[in-house]
């Protein structure tokens, strides 16, 4: 059968047509992929890396938001306050003034220390002085001798020596028994002599200032 020329020119006119529509379109897809020139692009929003939609963005932010300011402002640091340079002075000069105050008392106690060692290493020359003098004094002929008179002078000289820096000489007969200064060596009856007192001196005491060098070495009356 014999096809009618007209209706395969329409049908072939039609297929030409879908060929170049569907040809115009696949080139508008590549334009809009590759960004050929002069074809307008149309922006692509990128998509939420967290999966959070732009509203609910939008409301976490207003929500950071109220909460800063909300949140109370910090309290500013107080000033270090200004030292008081009167009151380090006066502490200083105090201090100072007691570093002196102890120096001089450790200069006296030590000085004090070394007048009482000393003292008591004389001690026992001037016990011999005495003994001497009482020696040759109880002998008529030498009482009045020069060499007498030259060991008495000798002995005077070194008690006013020991006199100047505050060492004398304890010589308590008649007084009451102290056993913190004296020490007794004999208790014996004395008549008309209270009990506890002081009848014999065996021995001087010595005495710096206040302390006892050496007690004095008595006999007590019973």
């Known amino acids: 059968m014999e096809r009618d020329p007209e209706t395969r020119t329409e049908r072939e006119r039609a297929a030409a047509e879908q060929a170049a529509a569907t040809a115009a379109g696949e080139g508008e897809a590549t334009d809009g992929v590759h960004g050929t020139a002069g074809t307008d692009e149309v922006p692509v929003a990128p998509a939420d890396t967290d999966g959070t939609s732009e509203p609910e963005a939008g409301a976490a932010a207003a929500s950071v938001a109220q909460a800063t300011d909300d949140a109370p402002a910090p309290e500013p640091e107080p000033k270090p306050a200004e030292p008081d340079y009167k009151d380090q002075y ?104 209270e009990s506890g007192t002081i009848v014999e001196v065996y021995s001087q005491g010595y005495r710096y200032r206040d302390d006892v060098l050496r007690p004095a070495k008595v006999v007590v009356a019973a």
């Open 90 to 193: 006066l502490r200083a000069m105090a201090e100072l003034d007691n570093v002196r105050k102890r120096a001089r008392r450790d200069v006296s106690q030590a000085e004090a220390r070394g007048i009482a060692k000393l003292a008591r290493e004389l001690l026992p020359a001037l016990d011999n002085f005495a003994r001497a003098l009482d020696a040759a004094e109880s002998q008529p002929e030498n009482r009045d001798h020069h060499l007498t008179d030259g060991i008495r002078l000798v002995q005077n000289e070194l008690l006013s020596a020991l006199a100047r820096v505050g060492i004398e000489q304890d010589s308590p007969k008649g007084e009451p028994f102290d056993p913190h200064c004296h020490e007794a060596i004999a208790q014996q009856p004395v008549e008309g002599a």
